[in-house]
């Protein structure tokens, strides 16, 4: 059987009063890539950001690689070492140099010798076509390029699941394809299991095992990639890809 590596069960969510998320369901096998689709204020952000402990949940349960979790900030950080997240705006620090940047948490929070994620740093820079920038500072690049940099450092923690919040979406038309690219390699390549939100349905229907299709904070539906795009379920779906021009 495939390793289960998150299951979300009856999860709940409020801002104050209001309910944002409603009885969340779905689960993540290794390897598997789901796309979290669905109009403007569905949810979709809200949803990555409580997978990844950026926001508390009052109901439900969240199980990571089998184990429940226990939504404490002291567990949550543990958990973040695994769970890596790139969102719209690439959050570099600025004050340190590329390489600095990406050194920082596998040496500082993982205590590994830096040496050793150096080499690799060096390596997945390479692998994005920025080796030549490990001395810049984040100033120094462009928004597609600080973009990869995002990708290189989460990945350079060695998650076990990778969470893209719309990482291309302030980007030039022009830098998009390349971000697009390395997270298409991440899945082909190394089978990275990755939830994506994104607006890019080309995209999206290259990548997808599945999309949750979301409105007002629930699913409506949980159909494979190739289906959801050819023939979905719901109404709201399809009026949802022709508003996308898709
Ligand atoms: P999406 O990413 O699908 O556009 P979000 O998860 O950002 O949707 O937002 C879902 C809903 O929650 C929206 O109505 C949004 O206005 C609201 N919302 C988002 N963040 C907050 C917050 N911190 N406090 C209150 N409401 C919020
Ligand atoms: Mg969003």
């Given at each position: 059987m495939?390793?289960?590596?998150?299951k979300v069960?009856?999860?709940n969510?409020f801002?104050?009063?209001?309910?944002?998320?409603?009885?969340?369901?779905f689960?993540l096998?290794?390897?598997?890539v789901?796309?979290l689709l669905?109009?403007s204020?569905?949810?979709?952000?809200t949803?990555?950001r409580?997978?990844?402990?950026?926001?508390?949940?009052?109901?439900?349960?969240?199980?990571?690689k089998?184990k429940k979790i226990?939504?404490?900030?002291?567990?949550?950080q543990?958990l973040?070492?695994?769970?890596?997240?790139?969102?719209q705006?690439?959050d570099?620090?600025?004050?340190?140099?590329?390489l600095?940047?990406?050194?920082?948490?596998?040496?500082?929070?993982q205590?590994?010798?830096?040496?050793?994620?150096?080499?690799e740093?060096m390596?997945?820079?390479?692998?994005?076509?920025?080796?030549d920038?490990?001395?810049?500072?984040?100033?120094?690049?462009s928004?597609?390029?600080?973009?990869?940099i995002a990708?290189?450092?989460?990945?350079?923690?060695?998650?076990e699941?990778?969470?893209?919040?719309?990482?291309?979406?302030?980007?030039?038309?022009?830098?998009v394809?390349?971000?697009?690219?390395?997270?298409k390699?991440?899945?082909?390549r190394d089978?990275?299991t990755m939830?994506?939100?994104?607006?890019?349905?080309?995209?999206?229907?290259?990548?997808a095992?599945r999309v949750?299709?979301?409105?007002?904070?629930?699913?409506?539906e949980?159909?494979p990639?190739k289906?959801f795009f050819e023939?979905?379920?719901?109404?709201r779906a399809?009026?949802f890809?022709?508003?996308m021009e898709f």
């Amino acid at each position: 059987m495939t390793e289960e590596i998150l299951k979300v069960e009856h999860l709940n969510k409020f801002y104050g009063d209001w309910q944002v998320l409603h009885d969340i369901n779905f689960d993540l096998k290794k390897g598997e890539v789901v796309t979290l689709l669905g109009p403007s204020g569905s949810g979709k952000s809200t949803l990555i950001r409580t997978l990844n402990g950026l926001e508390p949940f009052r109901k439900g349960s969240i199980y990571f690689k089998g184990k429940k979790i226990d939504p404490t900030p002291k567990e949550w950080q543990k958990l973040r070492q695994e769970i890596g997240m790139v969102f719209q705006s690439y959050d570099l620090f600025p004050n340190l140099t590329v390489l600095d940047n990406i050194l920082l948490a596998p040496t500082k929070v993982q205590g590994r010798n830096r040496a050793d994620v150096k080499k690799e740093a060096m390596e997945l820079l390479d692998r994005v076509d920025l080796a030549d920038q490990a001395n810049s500072y984040p100033r120094q690049l462009s928004g597609g390029q600080k973009q990869r940099i995002a990708i290189v450092r989460a990945l350079a923690m060695h998650p076990e699941l990778m969470l893209f919040d719309e990482v291309t979406a302030s980007l030039d038309p022009e830098m998009v394809r390349g971000v697009l690219e390395i997270i298409k390699e991440l899945s082909d390549r190394d089978h990275m299991t990755m939830i994506i939100v994104t607006h890019e349905m080309n995209f999206a229907a290259q990548i997808a095992d599945r999309v949750l299709f979301l409105e007002n904070g629930r699913i409506l539906e949980e159909t494979p990639g190739k289906q959801f795009f050819e023939h979905p379920q719901t109404a709201r779906a399809a009026e949802f890809l022709s508003s996308m021009e898709f």
